[in-house]
């Protein structure tokens, strides 16, 4: 039993190291910005948000105020919002949030 675990981490540790201790330079296609796997998952959570927003704001919202979409819309407002918001983060480099990662907690204590 302990043999198979030790080959199964060594097949771990030998699959963790191929992927990344490459010490030669990247192929400029392998660079990616962002994965793409988790825009499509971020998308998708959102639009079943706002589904779910709408669907179960419907009556309350025409009765409040005469608009059976008011909370669906003011959602769909904040949706776009963060993502601009996140669109705006991902620009900044990633050395510059390592560096200021302490003073922004501090910050927001």
Same mark, same amino acid.
């Given at each position: 039993m302990s043999a198979l675990i030790? @080959? /199964? !981490? $060594?097949? &771990?540790?030998?699959?963790? !190291?191929? /992927?990344?201790? @490459?010490?030669s330079a990247p192929i400029k296609a392998d660079i990616q910005p962002y994965d793409h796997s988790l825009v499509l998952l971020a998308i998708? &959570? &959102?639009?079943?948000?706002? =589904? =779910? =927003?709408? $669907?179960? $704001?419907?009556? =309350?919202?025409?009765?409040?105020?005469? @608009?059976p979409f008011h909370f669906a819309i003011r959602h769909g407002i904040y949706v776009v919002l963060a993502m601009f918001t996140a669109l705006i983060v991902m620009q900044i480099p990633m050395r510059w949030w390592r560096m200021s990662n302490v003073w922004l907690l501090l910050c927001l204590l």
């Open positions: 030790e @080959n /199964k !981490v $060594s097949t &771990l540790r030998q699959l963790f !190291v191929s /992927k990344h201790d @490459n010490t998708a &959570l &959102l639009s079943i948000g706002l =589904v =779910v =927003v709408t $669907s179960a $704001s419907m009556p =309350v919202a025409d009765r409040l105020f005469g @608009n």
